[in-house]
């Protein structure tokens, strides 16, 4: 099935200095197939772009209706560095970058309300001390 030919196109260009990136849309077509593996994307993306497909980070893929295309986004950072320092951490976890810390849906649940209580300028600091109590559990 993977021998079918991938057409992969970019659109909307554009390099982020401040977050030493480039990023930009991606099309791709796939006429026969049912989706691409973003693995298999990375390494077209790298060559194109002559860079190493680990700095490559896909997300946001939806397939048009009817199948044969699909459309995402794309980031391509300068270095691994700025890659862990600007990369969210669900990420990071799906490139294996980083570790899921499990934690339980109650106690994510308590820490919520707790931030919810707190009116004004204390309702971020609650949050945060609602949070780290959730992390010590």
């Not at 699909?70 to 300068?78: A, H, L, N």
């Not at 609602?130 to 992390?135: D, L, P, T």
């Amino acid at each position: 099935m993977s021998d079918q030919s991938v057409v992969v196109k970019t659109r909307k260009f554009m390099k982020n200095p401040l977050l030493s990136r480039r990023q930009m849309i991606v099309d791709i077509i796939h006429p026969g197939r049912a989706n691409v593996s973003k693995s298999e994307l990375q390494g077209v993306i790298g060559g194109m772009h002559k860079t190493d497909s680990k700095l490559v980070v896909l997300f946001g893929f939806r397939t048009k209706f009817g199948g044969g295309k699909s459309t995402g986004f794309c980031v391509i950072y300068d270095n691994e560095d700025a890659l862990l320092k600007f990369e969210p951490k669900h990420r990071l976890v799906r490139l294996g970058l980083a570790e899921k810390k499990e934690r339980s849906r109650k106690a994510i649940k308590e820490a919520k309300n707790k931030g919810k209580k707190v009116r004004g300028t204390g309702a971020s600091i609650a949050k945060h001390k609602a949070k780290r109590a959730a992390q010590a559990d």
